[in-house]
């Protein structure tokens, strides 16, 4: 106890900088599914899939089917997807991060089957599966 008083500012930036590590990892994040697991419902259809990568990011490579809309400009285009409402959607980025937000937002405007590529683009060529120019 008297080396944490006689070190109190050691011991507040220890916990401060912990807290800041741990943060992100405390986020909530939206519904995750595997390469494998889209590719399963991919295969089953009714299968919406939403790029929210930049157009050229999208050009470079998407998935097959792929509907590029930017995640700046979803809110404005919710509604191009309201036909989708009742499939299952998957969003896709490049990481994974940019999924999460969308897939936050389209919870919230009512989609109920929603879920991100776990990985993003860059896990699905990982795991050696296509992609369309």
Excluded: Y
Aim: aromatic share 4%; hydrophobic share 50%.
């Amino acid at each position: 106890m008297k080396f944490i008083i006689d070190h109190i500012f050691t011991v507040a930036l220890v916990l401060i900088s912990g807290g800041a590590l741990l943060w992100p990892a405390l986020q909530p994040r939206g519904k995750r599914a595997s390469s494998l697991q889209v590719t399963q419902l991919l295969n089953r259809g009714k299968t919406t899939i939403v790029d929210v990568r930049t157009p050229q990011e999208f050009a470079i490579g998407h998935l097959r089917d792929a509907k590029n809309i930017p995640l700046a400009d979803l809110a404005a285009r919710i509604s191009e997807l309201e036909k989708s409402k009742l499939r299952a959607v998957v969003v896709v980025c490049q990481s994974g991060a940019r999924a999460d937000k969308a897939v936050r937002q389209l919870a919230a405007a009512g989609f109920n089957d929603v879920v991100s590529l776990d990985g993003g683009l860059t896990a699905w060529q990982a795991a050696g599966l296509p992609v369309a120019k």
